[in-house]
């Protein structure tokens, strides 16, 4: 367990921890808020860790700033099932706040909030080639570009809400390249894309058995745009849902 304050202790809990051969649990401890995060920050070697923020907030600041997971059998929790303190992280970075890669994995529970992230071309979370996943069990995602998923990554939500993102181009969630979006709980509403205005995919897999996609708009697909991908819905409301021109709920393209 670590208890952390400053981005010199966070630097440090990351690196003791990837360098342990046991202790695969770790858990890391917010006691002030980290303002600002300004470097980037690798979980690897299969450990798991978990940040608590005890009701605190990681603001990340800087053009490479943010925390990374990558390595098989690596995990990354966001907060905890059960767990009622919070954890918000926001900030001013060009690059994501979150990336998960090499077969990673990164969970987000309640009372966790990702939030007001410029909208360039990253996101709040990025999960990147196969068998890298992110694993929404609750919390916010927020004011700002949410998620790509690409190069066989999987997103599954099962619960906590996506909302009010708005990005300038296509893709507020981004699903392409052979990856795969799960939906089984949770509500994607208010968000606007050019194109999908609630969710993009492109050569990839959509599986939507429950949740919601509300009140999203795009000038294509306002609850959901699919080109050449294979989708099926089975449960679930997609509602409310307006397009400029084609699709207000769903524009398949070759799906």
């Not at 978990?50 to 490479?64: A, L, M, W, Y």
């Not at 990147?128 to 990554?153: H, T």
Request: charged share 20%; net charge negative.
């Amino acid at each position: 367990t670590y208890e952390v304050w400053t981005e010199d202790q966070f630097a440090e809990a990351v690196q003791e921890i990837n360098k342990k051969s046991s202790d695969k649990i770790n858990e890391i401890f917010l006691t002030q808020d980290i303002n600002p995060l300004t470097g980037n920050y690798t979980l690897t070697n299969g450990k798991t860790t978990t940040i608590k923020g005890e009701n605190h907030r990681i603001f990340i600041k800087g053009s490479n700033a943010g925390i990374t997971v990558t390595g098989e059998k690596t995990v990354l929790n966001l907060g905890a099932n059960g767990y009622d303190k919070t954890l918000t992280i926001d900030g001013d970075t060009t690059a994501a706040f979150i990336v998960v890669s090499g077969r990673a994995t990164a969970n987000m529970y309640e009372n966790v909030t990702l939030q007001n992230r410029p909208s360039t071309d990253n996101a709040c979370v990025v999960i990147m080639g196969s068998n890298s996943v992110f694993n929404m069990y609750g919390g916010v995602i927020e004011k700002c570009r949410a998620v790509i998923a690409a190069s066989g990554a999987t997103f599954y939500m099962q619960s906590g809400k996506i909302k009010d993102c708005r990005f300038g181009g296509n893709r507020v969630i981004s699903v392409t390249d052979n990856s795969k979006f799960i939906m089984e709980g949770g509500i994607i509403s208010g968000c606007e894309a050019d194109t999908g205005g609630g969710l993009y995919a492109e050569n990839s897999t959509v599986t939507i058995n429950k949740g919601t996609i509300s009140g999203c708009t795009a000038r294509e697909g306002g609850g959901l745009y699919a080109n050449n991908s294979a989708v099926t819905i089975k449960g679930g409301t997609i509602s409310g849902c307006t397009a400029e021109n084609n699709g207000g709920g769903l524009y398949a393209i070759n799906s």
